[in-house]
């Protein structure tokens, strides 16, 4: 947390069916939904997390993710951040407060791999869903689904690699976790850490900018994963892989699809990271044990299906 930003926060996720989507997000992932908009949005939250929400969903002709925001720690952080920001070039959008609801004001630009991210420091805390902060029980009853954890990070797809790490390692101020490198070392994947996580955001190159590989929550156990495995099943969900485990990251993952074609992730386990650690590089000659440490290949939908 070199500058100031704390965690991932929220994700817009563009999809075509509201109620649908709900019956996933919400049914079959276990988030909890806190509250709609004017716009028709609905925002969601896991049970961990102590914000309001983490995931809104917006209606939308085509799939994809609008923005991913990140929550900052304090005003003096967020201003130095957005006059970095201003200093390395990057044009920055000010949202003003409550466009999203019970958010603060955000500060929006567009990464040169063409993602849009966001930066903000105030959200209305509303505490763990189900529990209390004095005394609390282990977990709540009633979540549905696979009773996922959190939010946890994106992996997103787009060009000029280089440029995004510059920009989130020495503006930004998160480290490198773990690369794919290819023969002539040029860049195939990142991933980038703000804590002890393997992973806040990753990005994997891709001819065309900002596409959208997947959103993912954090499971407990091995247990869950499987578990999760049969509630996809028993609602016939569309699956991409797994269970099975990354060899980026060692995480125990499982991947499958929400009913506007968006892939999710909930995964368990995997490595911690400092930012004392030397990065982890696997080369492209190893991709497919990279991504799918069992399978050792990756499957073409990994590759092209992107929203
Ligand atoms: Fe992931």
New binding site residues.
Partial sequence: MKNGIMRPGHVQIRVLDIDEALEHYCGLLGLIEVDRDDQGRVYLKAWTEVDKYSVILTLADDPGMDFMGFKVTDETSLEKLHRDLLDHGVNVDVIPENELVDCGRRLRFISPSGHTFELYVDKKCTGKWGIEELNPEAWPRGLKGMRVQRF????LYGDELDATLDLFVNVLGFYLTEQVLSDDDSRIAQFLSLSNKA?DI?FIFHPEKGRFH?A?FHLETWEDILRAADLISMTNTAIDIGPTR?GL?H?K?IYFFDPSGNRN?V?CGGDYSYPDHPPITWKSDQLGKAIFYHDREVNERFLTVLT
């Fill in positions: 946890d990070h994106c992996l992973h990753a997947h993912s990354h990251t995480g993952t992730e995964f």
